[in-house]
């Protein structure tokens, strides 16, 4: 069955095969990674702990599972192979929950956990832990007395964080259901200690996203007070374009560094976007755009831009190009917006439905240029083209504006007058 068909309780995937796309095995499941949470909401699975060949254990985060299968796991195939190094804020499932003792919520009893369930959240890429296997009376998971029985984790009582403290468990749990421009309007309000130590125990994908929202300045405090192996992982999580604005920020041995760490693909994507002005169209794009054949489906084309990594920008149409399918590309045909894509009967050829008439940007097109042509055609979106007719990447609307609006626009009353804006959240200190 597909990830997040069913439920799969964890004992289940103890030395379970995790396998590449390819079908080569990568390693077997030792343990499980989960975040705790505020009272009694269930956690977040991050990740997978995977023992590979060399018996080196390495993190999987579950954004790159996409399938769990009977016997096996089905992974992306896009592995980081540095040693995995448990964070404080992180809890491993099978190695500290399981054979702990807990009460029942109703009636106070305390029980021995067995097992616990993880489920997929419906049309996202996040799990969380559901459900909690129990037994009744004293003694661990191997001796047999006692009812069985299995309950939601609201159920139970002696997992969850206090609902008060400013521990950096605390403030992440606080801080998790957040936008991640809000988070990072929270950071930058922080102190600079408070605002590394929250920074410390974000995952590598929502540092990511978090950076992203921030002010230069705070990006590299931020960046500087990380290791090096993990400022280029978290580097790798940013969108290329971004990630080439930070580093253009940083000392040229400090850049150096950090992009031989990262790995040469991304930073084979960062150093090219780095090669051009910044307030251009080459300087301003993406290089991870939707790149479709002519002979792909529209059904093909929807599934694309289902994604839900990808934002509203990059989803609102796919570039037609000629292999290869990453950027750059072989020659790019044309542009196919996702209302056509919604017009037309899935079986339909995106080759058959371009749209040819509208001209790429060269990639030395000037910001004020990029600026009109989004306005003049109504675009949110718009493709970069080279000389030889190669797609590069694509310019985005939110890319544009960040460049629009003045320097300090995070500290303007609008800023701060937007909902959710207006303050930290509630019993969360500044730590000033």
Not at 103 to 121: N, P
Not at 142 to 171: D, I, M, P
Not at 190 to 201: D, I, N
Not at 205 to 221: F, K
């Amino acid at each position: 069955m597909a990830a997040g068909a069913y439920r799969v309780f964890v004992s289940h995937l103890s030395g379970v095969a995790v396998f590449d796309p390819h079908g080569d095995q990568v390693g077997r499941v030792r343990d499980l990674v989960a975040m705790l949470r505020v009272g009694g909401r269930p956690p977040r699975v991050l990740g997978l702990v995977v023992e590979v060949v060399s018996r080196r254990r390495i993190f999987i985060p579950m954004t790159r599972v996409t399938g769990v299968e009977s016997g096996q796991v089905i992974t992306t195939g896009v592995v980081n192979m540095r040693r995995f190094e448990q964070r404080p804020t992180e809890t491993l499932v099978l190695g500290e929950l399981l054979d702990r003792r807990v009460r029942l919520v109703d009636g106070g009893e305390e029980v021995t956990v067995l097992d616990v369930s993880i489920t997929q959240l419906p049309a996202r890429r996040d799990w969380e832990i559901d459900k909690v296997f129990v037994r009744r009376g004293k003694g661990g998971a191997l001796r047999r007395k006692g009812e069985a029985l299995t309950v939601e984790w609201s159920a139970v009582t002696g997992f969850s964080l206090e609902e008060h403290g400013q521990g950096a468990e605390n403030l992440l749990a606080t801080f998790e259901r957040l936008r991640p421009a809000d988070l990072a309007n929270v950071l930058h309000h922080l102190s600079p200690k408070r605002r590394a130590e929250v920074a410390a125990a974000l995952d590598d994908d929502r540092l990511a996203d978090v950076l992203e929202e921030l002010p230069d300045d705070d990006q590299i405090e931020i960046l500087g007070k990380l290791k090096e192996e993990r400022a280029a992982d978290v580097l790798e999580a940013m969108d290329p374009d971004d990630a080439a604005d930070l580093l253009s920020e940083l000392p040229e041995e400090e850049m150096e560094r950090l992009l031989t760490l990262m790995r040469p693909d991304d930073a084979a994507d960062v150093r090219r976007l780095m090669a051009y002005e910044e307030r251009t169209a080459g300087g301003l794009m993406t290089t991870e755009p939707i790149v479709l054949r002519p002979d792909a489906t529209v059904a093909d084309a929807l599934a694309r831009v289902r994604n839900p990594d990808l934002s509203p920008a990059l989803a609102a149409q796919v570039y037609v190009c000629r292999p290869p399918d990453e950027t750059p590309t072989g020659k790019y045909l044309g542009t196919v917006h996702f209302q056509r894509l919604l017009r037309d009967p899935p079986f339909a050829l995106v080759g058959s439905i371009t749209d040819t008439d509208l001209r790429p940007l060269p990639p030395d097109t000037p910001l004020p240029a990029v600026t009109s042509y989004l306005a003049t055609y109504n675009m949110v979106a718009a493709p970069v083209v080279d000389e030889s007719g190669s797609l590069l990447g694509a310019v985005t609307v939110d890319d544009v504006l960040d460049h629009l609006l003045p320097e300090d626009w995070r500290e303007t009353e609008l800023y701060h007058g937007a909902p959710g804006m207006t303050e930290l959240p509630e019993g969360v200190d500044g730590g000033r």
